[in-house]
């Protein structure tokens, strides 16, 4: 045997090296499925508990009594919860997402005033409360609200958006308009008699002159 015969691995070396590598390159693969798997187990457990999050944050803003909703810096909604949904006249209240005002229930001058407001707040960075105003209802009611307005903010603190609330105070208003026609109406008639009465005293002065 040449001494280059025996530096050569023989063939049975040679296979042992060959099913060593296989069965090491078998074991990463194996290896790697099982991070992919483990990964894959994390982000659906992620989401799944981001999915059940958003889930209760929605059933609790859909117990409050007052609408709520929320838009970005474009005005376009992002968010509501069912009270509001049922104002705006859209049932569900994932439907809201990607409309703007003018998608809504409510007149064109009301929409108009809306974003005004919604501009303001976010122009100048401070929130707004107790803004009354009117607003035509997805069942056809012309109703009366006290809004209240402040601007969203990033991890920054830069506008990001708006966030509003409200509750209807139409039979509220409805009074006040009452009260102030009837006081209205009560100075008219006040004045009225008070002139009456003036044109008495001047006719008994007459008379008796």
Same mark, same amino acid.
Request: charged share 30%; with cysteine; glycine share 4%.
């Given at each position: 045997?040449?001494?280059?015969?025996?530096?050569?691995?023989? &063939?049975?070396?040679?296979?042992?090296?060959?099913?060593?590598?296989?069965?090491?390159? $078998?074991?990463?693969?194996?290896?790697?499925?099982? &991070?992919?798997?483990?990964?894959?187990?994390?982000?659906?457990?992620?989401?799944?508990?981001?999915?059940? &999050?958003?889930?209760?944050?929605?059933?609790?803003?859909?117990?409050?009594?007052?609408?709520?909703?929320?838009?970005?810096?474009?005005?376009?909604?992002?968010?509501?919860?069912?009270?509001?949904?049922?104002?705006?006249?859209?049932?569900? &209240?994932?439907?809201?997402?990607? $409309?703007?005002?003018?998608?809504?229930?409510?007149?064109?001058?009301?929409?108009?005033?809306?974003?005004?407001?919604?501009?303001?707040?976010?122009?100048?960075?401070?929130?707004?409360?107790?803004?009354?105003?009117?607003?035509?209802?997805?069942?056809?009611?012309?109703?009366?609200?006290?809004?209240?307005?402040?601007?969203?903010?990033?991890s920054d603190g830069q506008v990001i958006g708006i966030l509003g609330t409200y509750q209807?105070?139409?039979?509220? $208003?409805?009074?006040?308009?009452?009260?102030?026609?009837?006081?209205?109406?009560?100075? =008219?008639?006040? =004045?009225?008699?008070?002139?009456?009465?003036?044109?008495?005293?001047?006719?008994?002065? $007459?008379?008796?002159?």
């Open positions: 045997m040449s001494k280059s015969d025996e530096l050569m691995p023989s &063939s049975h070396e040679t296979i042992a090296d060959l099913k060593q590598a296989l069965s090491e390159a $078998k074991a990463e693969i194996k290896a790697l499925k099982y &991070s992919h798997e483990q990964e894959r187990l994390y982000r659906a457990k992620i989401e799944s508990d981001l999915k059940a &999050s958003q889930k209760l944050l929605q059933l609790v803003i859909d117990t409050l009594p007052e609408a709520i909703f929320w838009k970005d810096q474009d005005l376009v909604y992002l968010g509501c919860n069912q009270n509001f949904a049922e104002d705006a006249g859209i049932g569900a &209240s994932q439907n809201i997402v990607g $409309k703007t005002d003018y998608d809504l229930a409510w007149k064109k001058e009301e929409a108009d005033f809306f974003r005004q407001c919604d501009q303001r707040v976010m122009l100048a960075n401070q929130a707004e409360f107790g803004i009354v105003e009117p607003q035509l209802q997805g069942d056809g009611k012309q109703a009366w609200l006290e809004t209240n307005k402040a601007p969203l903010h990033d209807d105070i139409t039979a509220r $208003k409805e009074a006040e308009i009452e009260r102030q026609e009837l006081n209205q109406k009560l100075s =008219s008639q006040t =004045s009225e008699l008070q002139s009456a009465l003036d044109q008495l005293q001047q006719y008994k002065l $007459k008379l008796e002159e």
